[in-house]
């Protein structure tokens, strides 16, 4: 069974920086590699999750329009972890941040969320 847990975030002023991480493990070669994709979502109160940055094993990135150019998304296969590292972070930026691995033809897993506080 995959499961992922997720770390970091908390609360920071505007323009300061975080970085989340999240360990995967019950991957099927026991790798991140092995999922199609991995990335990160945020939900805001009041609004849908949506996505704020996607990556594949062959390395192609996806960005939303908010973050492009202040967040980036990373992997190190040897701990079987992604990371998101926010910069030059706004208080819009505020919201639980969710990661997710998806595989296969319609398997998803989702880690248990982290707040994500930025104060003007």
């Known amino acids: 069974q995959v499961q992922l847990v997720e770390s970091g975030g908390g609360l920071v002023q505007a323009g300061g920086s975080l970085r989340l991480a999240c360990a995967a493990s019950g991957a099927a070669s026991g790798s991140i590699f092995s999922f199609d994709v991995m990335g990160w979502y945020r939900q805001a109160p009041g609004k849908q999750r949506e996505l704020v940055a996607s990556s594949t094993p062959g390395g192609m990135t996806i960005y939303s329009d908010s973050v492009q150019g202040r967040f980036t998304i990373s992997g190190d296969n040897r701990k079987n972890t992604v990371y998101l590292q926010m910069n030059s972070l706004k208080p819009e930026d505020t919201a639980v941040y969710y990661c997710?691995?998806?595989?296969?033809?319609?398997?998803?897993?989702w880690g248990q969320g982290r707040q994500v506080t930025v104060s003007s």
């Open positions: 997710n691995a998806h595989w296969g033809s319609d398997y998803n897993a």
